[in-house]
């Protein structure tokens, strides 16, 4: 985990536009809001899921920082005070506390196309390959994916939703982008046969709602210093949660379920999924 984790720093400080460079307030706050914290949990699931393919490095270097660029982005715009309105993040001021929201605002408008950008420029395979990977980072981050899931989670403030609805919000909001680091470091090397991609990508869903219930888990257990964020904000804002459908007892064993069904889903990999397997216990047993 530390050797990506650094690498993954050291890749997305050189393909972020330099600090001077101008405009350079606005690439000072996108570097801010990208460097410099995070677990970079879909960066290790990228590189993860091509050691199942055989994928070069390089490659999934450059689908890693793509990735989770979008997610910087994502974090910039939800933290705005018209959407989640938070001023702690990583540990750090928010962008749009550090900066100003104008800033902020441009700074997730910037990241995005930056992404693709990343997915466009470099030889990630063969031009099919290429393209589908440009279109299942497009599809995860979109409507009907994470700026969807967003939506929804906006729409249901003080409004119970049921279990269903609940994990259709996740799917999008926090599983798509989780889903689409998988299946593009999967796409960096050789192609598998249907049955094992099927697997794959079950083992991403299940990977991607174990994420969330852990999360929601987290924001009403652990202080604001431990998570970096503010913690109980979801609860104090009325917000739909695992816990506050399921209550916490119940939420921590659904926790269990989804580990043992995303450890499952990657059986028909034997060793070759050894970091999958144990990325997914680091997110079920995590602390922050």
Same mark, same amino acid.
């Given at each position: 985990?530390?050797?990506?984790?650094?690498?993954?720093?050291?890749?997305?400080?050189?393909?972020?536009?330099?600090?001077?460079?101008?405009?350079?307030?606005?690439?000072?706050?996108?570097?801010?809001?990208?460097?410099?914290?995070?677990?970079?949990?879909?960066?290790?699931?990228?590189?993860?899921?091509?050691?199942?393919?055989?994928?070069?490095?390089?490659?999934?270097?450059?689908?890693a920082s793509?990735?989770?660029?979008?997610?910087?982005?994502?974090?910039?715009?939800?933290?705005?005070?018209c959407m989640?309105?938070?001023?702690?993040?990583?540990?750090?001021?928010?962008?749009?506390?550090?900066?100003?929201?104008?800033?902020?605002?441009?700074?997730?408008?910037?990241?995005?196309?930056?992404?693709?950008?990343?997915?466009?420029?470099?030889?990630? &395979?063969? %031009?099919?390959?290429?393209? !589908?990977?440009?279109?299942?980072? =497009?599809?995860?981050? *979109?409507? @009907?994916?994470? #700026?969807?899931?967003?939506?929804?989670?906006?729409?249901?403030? &003080?409004? %119970?939703?049921?279990?269903? !609805?609940?994990?259709?919000?996740? =799917?999008?909001?926090? *599983?798509? @982008?989780?889903? #689409?680091?998988?299946?593009?470091?999967?796409?960096?090397?050789?192609?598998? %046969?249907?049955?094992?991609?099927a697997a794959?990508?079950?083992? =991403?869903?299940?990977? *991607?709602? @174990?994420?969330?219930?852990?999360?929601?888990?987290?924001?009403?257990?652990?202080?604001?210093?431990?998570?970096?964020?503010?913690?109980?904000?979801?609860?104090? =804002?009325?917000?739909?949660?695992?816990?506050?459908?399921?209550?916490?007892?119940?939420?921590?064993?659904?926790?269990?379920?989804?580990?043992?069904?995303?450890?499952?889903?990657?059986?028909?990999?034997?060793?070759?999924?050894?970091?999958?397997?144990?990325?997914?216990?680091?997110?079920?047993?995590?602390?922050?």
């Amino acid at each position: 985990m530390q050797a990506v984790q650094s690498r993954m720093e050291t890749a997305l400080s050189r393909l972020l536009p330099s600090a001077d460079a101008i405009p350079a307030r606005l690439h000072q706050a996108m570097r801010y809001a990208t460097l410099g914290g995070g677990k970079r949990v879909r960066p290790l699931l990228a590189f993860a899921a091509g050691e199942i393919t055989g994928a070069p490095s390089e490659r999934l270097e450059i689908v890693a920082s793509a990735v989770e660029m979008i997610h910087a982005y994502s974090l910039v715009h939800d933290d705005l005070p018209c959407m989640d309105d938070d001023v702690l993040r990583r540990g750090r001021p928010t962008c749009h506390v550090e900066y100003d929201e104008p800033t902020a605002l441009l700074v997730g408008d910037s990241l995005q196309p930056l992404a693709f950008e990343l997915l466009t420029r470099t030889e990630l &395979g063969n %031009p099919a390959q290429q393209l !589908e990977m440009v279109r299942l980072l =497009a599809h995860a981050s *979109g409507s @009907l994916g994470m #700026a969807g899931g967003q939506a929804i989670d906006l729409g249901a403030v &003080g409004r %119970p939703l049921d279990l269903p !609805e609940l994990e259709l919000m996740h =799917a999008l909001k926090t *599983g798509a @982008l989780i889903r #689409a680091a998988v299946q593009l470091g999967s796409l960096c090397g050789n192609a598998l %046969p249907d049955a094992e991609q099927a697997a794959l990508d079950r083992f =991403a869903k299940r990977a *991607g709602l @174990l994420f969330q219930v852990v999360d929601d888990i987290l924001d009403c257990t652990a202080s604001t210093a431990t998570l970096g964020k503010t913690a109980g904000k979801d609860a104090a =804002a009325d917000k739909p949660t695992y816990v506050a459908l399921m209550g916490l007892e119940r939420a921590r064993d659904f926790a269990d379920e989804l580990n043992a069904q995303a450890l499952d889903a990657l059986h028909v990999f034997g060793d070759r999924a050894q970091r999958l397997k144990e990325l997914t216990l680091f997110i079920t047993h995590r602390k922050f």
